[in-house]
């Protein structure tokens, strides 16, 4: 399913968020098979979303620069720019 740009920025948002709440969880429940379960699933499909917004629309973060030639995170607009959206 392709998505643009804003649609993507904002589904790894929501993962980010979910799976932050999720590591608070697991800090004090541990044991929980369900917990765990989604936060795998959630950070499967984060995972998913980033891959798809790095190839059409360039990295997120630096750590992610793709071309070992060139540095290409200066190259704008950076994703929370509004031009980039």
Same mark, same amino acid.
């Given at each position: 399913?392709?998505?643009? !740009?804003?649609?993507?920025?904002?589904? =790894? !948002?929501?993962?980010?968020? /979910?799976?932050?709440?999720?590591?608070?969880?697991?800090? +004090?429940? +541990?044991?929980?098979? @369900? /917990?765990?379960?989604?936060?795998?699933?959630?950070?499967? !499909?984060?995972?998913? /979303?980033?891959? @798809?917004?790095?190839?059409?629309?360039?990295?997120?973060?630096? =750590?992610?620069?793709?071309? #070992?030639?060139?540095? @290409?995170?200066?190259?704008?607009?950076? #994703?929370? @720019?509004?031009? /980039?959206?």
């Amino acid at each position: 399913m392709m998505h643009n !740009q804003n649609q993507l920025l904002r589904m =790894i !948002q929501k993962y980010d968020f /979910a799976l932050y709440d999720l590591m608070l969880y697991l800090d +004090t429940h +541990t044991q929980s098979r @369900e /917990a765990l379960a989604l936060f795998d699933k959630y950070r499967s !499909q984060r995972q998913q /979303a980033v891959d @798809e917004y790095t190839k059409r629309f360039g990295s997120l973060q630096a =750590i992610q620069n793709q071309n #070992p030639n060139q540095w @290409e995170w200066g190259k704008g607009p950076f #994703p929370w @720019e509004r031009e /980039a959206n």
